[in-house]
């Protein structure tokens, strides 16, 4: 009876560890396919999904814990993104071309103005790729690839085929505070305005330092010749003198004209009032009309009475005079000039057209150059400073507005003027 007994009992325990059993196997399972579910949706960056269950034990430990891990997840990546976002935004701002590059000549970071400065591919995403496959521009390359991973800092300057200069900085790039260097970081910035700017005030300063010397020279020469012959006749010593004073008005004139272009270009603001065009022109007109009879030369002008620019007087004066005046230079005897100022289209257009000698194609882009002059010898001979036309373009900059020269050789030549109007 008793083995009856304890069989039932053994029967009925089975049953109760098998129940047991199953009941654990689903909610187990159960939670397993959750865990899958919630494992997969942060597969796919839904970093809000949380397993939402509430077990006991050690499963319930490990729900808590891979909830937090979600949480850690997510704040690191948000955080990663972000420097990212910050580092580019970083890189974007950067006047300069930056470029990192690893020890094995793989791109680590380039930011968009290197990508123009190396002529790679714009909306290809080189980085991880070699330096040799992506940089395009191979007076560069063949620059920095001897520098990558150097243990030093250099600074050299590139001549590209097209003019640009560029200055290429590479400086070495070290496993945080280690003594290992990793890459280098190249720094690439845009110098051809810099550089021809140098250039044209070395140009300057040795253009003056001619201009300044020929009659300096001269008064100097002739000078010496009346006090070491005291007995020249009146004739000569009147003509010594007429010399030496003609060489100091054009000595002034040079002096007057470089200051006036100094003070032109280092002026940062100019003072403007509403000007009546017709009474500055014809003040113009009376002085350059003396000069125009000498020559024979017919003044022709058509302009409104009406015309009202916001501009400053005395720029607006000497724009007129310098063009004026060179037409008159560059014309011949027994010709004419035709001046036309009007208002077009809200613009402020001053026009003159000459019979000249014209200008050549190749030297027409270089006339407002300093200095210089498309026939050095008839320069000289009408007493021109070669100031007079980079004057003129630098008030019209200043003015905000453009001047367009056309030209024919022996036909003559157009100087068109455009201004804003600003009421």
Request: charged share 30%.
């Amino acid at each position: 009876m008793k083995e009856i007994y304890l069989y039932q009992f053994l029967t009925l325990l089975s049953i109760v560890v098998s129940i047991i059993s199953v009941r654990y196997s689903l909610s187990l399972k159960q939670y397993l396919k959750e865990f899958t579910n919630v494992s997969k949706k942060i597969s796919k960056k839904e970093f809000e999904t949380r397993l939402d269950i509430y077990p006991k034990g050690e499963i319930s430990e490990l729900t808590k814990n891979f909830n937090e891990m979600i949480d850690i997840m997510h704040n690191t990546i948000t955080e990663v993104e972000n420097n990212k976002l910050q580092m580019e935004s970083i890189l974007k701002s950067i006047s300069h071309g930056i470029l990192a590059i690893d020890i094995n000549s793989n791109i680590m970071l380039i930011n968009s103005k290197a990508k123009r400065m190396l002529k790679c591919e714009k909306n290809e995403n080189i980085e991880g790729s070699s330096i040799n496959k992506s940089i395009k521009e191979p007076n560069i390359l063949k620059e920095i690839t001897p520098f990558i991973g150097y243990k030093k800092s250099i600074s050299k300057e590139v001549k590209i085929n097209d003019d640009n200069v560029f200055l290429i900085s590479i400086d070495p790039i070290y496993f945080q505070d280690n003594n290992i260097i990793i890459g280098s970081i190249i720094n690439i910035k845009n110098i051809t305005q810099r550089v021809r700017l140098e250039n044209m005030r070395s140009d300057f300063v040795a253009n003056v330092t001619h201009e300044l010397k020929t009659p300096i020279t001269s008064i100097s020469g002739f000078v010496e010749t009346l006090r070491l012959n005291e007995n020249l006749d009146t004739s000569t010593r009147n003509r010594f003198l007429a010399i030496i004073e003609s060489e100091s008005d054009r000595l002034k004139r040079l002096i007057d004209d470089i200051l006036f272009l100094s003070f032109i270009e280092n002026r940062e603001d100019i003072s403007k009032d509403k000007i009546k065009i017709y009474d500055v022109f014809i003040e113009v007109y009376d002085m350059m009309n003396y000069l125009a009879k000498q020559k024979d030369i017919k003044l022709h002008y058509e302009i409104k009475d009406d015309i009202i620019l916001n501009a400053n007087r005395d720029y607006i004066k000497q724009l007129f005079i310098n063009i004026i005046e060179n037409s008159i230079k560059y014309t011949p005897k027994e010709k004419s000039i035709f001046i036309t100022i009007k208002n077009e289209n809200n613009k402020f257009i001053f026009e003159v057209k000459d019979e000249g000698i014209g200008i050549p194609k190749e030297d027409i882009n270089r006339i407002f150059e300093r200095f210089y002059r498309v026939d050095k010898a008839r320069s000289t001979e009408v007493g021109g400073t070669g100031l007079g036309l980079a004057i003129t373009k630098h008030i019209v900059k200043k003015l905000g507005g453009s001047i367009k020269v056309y030209s024919d050789l022996g036909i003559g030549s157009t100087f068109i003027v455009t201004l804003p109007v600003k009421k």
